[in-house]
């Protein structure tokens, strides 16, 4: 549009001064894109004079607001760290994004800060939104044109009209370019990982191993919460495709700053309603180093007199090359199976990054459908926790007197 003017829209101005460019920062963004772009396209907006704008949330919720990074004719660089990373907030919340098909996580770190951007901008005149859908994404195109906002949003898709695939538009930059343009996309985007993705993002995990490496800890923690929510589904973990695929250097390095960081035992437990409708508690019950916490729970374990179980099988992994889940877990209630509702809860061990979380209306319905046996069994452990860091603090205390 900008180098082949026959290609352009009649509805831009000759000099683009209609034309604004919205980018929202997730945070998570490979640093070899941000390259490209400033290398590349910023050149073109500012020979143009082409207005940028850059965005990204504030917080977590849409009343956090938005920030706008920059709002400029002549860029020379990106902030592709943004405000409130998304990662920050998966990291809070010991979660990761989820394989979907509402891409939750794009609305809210991408769709959000430009929506609000865009009612800031233009109140209630109508505007043409162009996006960049190719010509395979008829689904999204067909869920994107519903948001119409009474028609004051005019949506377009200019490449999709030209009949462009993904690998057209690949092609186009190299002709222009020079450059193979690798996707955008966060580094732990779980769509990275479908067949056609996964060889691209492989090799960056490779090239860019401490970009790389705090992703592979937060899902290390999202994993010891909730043994089924590997990256790209259950029992399918970014580490182990890593593993099987021969790109360690992350790994080793996640590993190494674990090590160095406080762990937690947290107690886990999840309320369900349905299949796939639960409350979560998570509580953090005993905080200090790697070897500590995982010692602590051992000795919780032979207090309770109820064994730590690891290696078991994950529910809905694939049945050949599916991980196994390797955290050690004290029990004290499976889900069941079919009856609904039915509980869940557990002891574990992570890096203590996952903050303490519940509704406020969790505490009343746990106690609800709690029977005697299980509150048996957690008056227990809550005794043995106790002893334990008792034994922990008078340890410490002997220690610092010698």
Sequence with gaps: MLTDPPA???????????LVVVIAQTGDEWSTTGRLVQHYILPLLRKHNIRLVEVARKGPTK????????????????????VYKLSRENRVTGTMPQLGGVRKCSQKAKGAPQDAWRANEFGDRPYIHAIGFNVHEGTRITRDSAYSMGGQRIPTYPIYDWGWSRQDCLDYLYRKLGVAWPKSCCRHCPY???KSGWPEQLARFAALPTEAAQHIIDEYVCLALNPRSGLFGPGKSLITRLRRDQVTEPIALAVN??????WAIYRVRRLYYAPANAARSVDSVLLGGHRTVNTALTEVSRLVDISLTKNEEIAGAPTRDGDRDTHPRLWLR???????P???EFYTVAPAQAQDKELDSFADAWTDHTDEPLAWLERRVDTAVAVVQQALIEGQCRSNAA
């Design 8 to 18: 352009r829209p009649d509805t831009i101005a000759s000099d683009f001064s209609n």
């Design 63 to 82: 009343k956090d607001g938005i920030a706008v990074l920059q709002d400029t004719r002549q860029p020379y660089r990106l902030h592709l760290d943004g």
């Design 192 to 194: 990275a990982g479908n």
């Design 257 to 262: 700053r674990m090590k160095t960081m406080p």
């Design 334 to 340: 499976r889900r069941g199976d079919g009856t609904y």
């Design 342 to 344: 039915t509980q869940e």
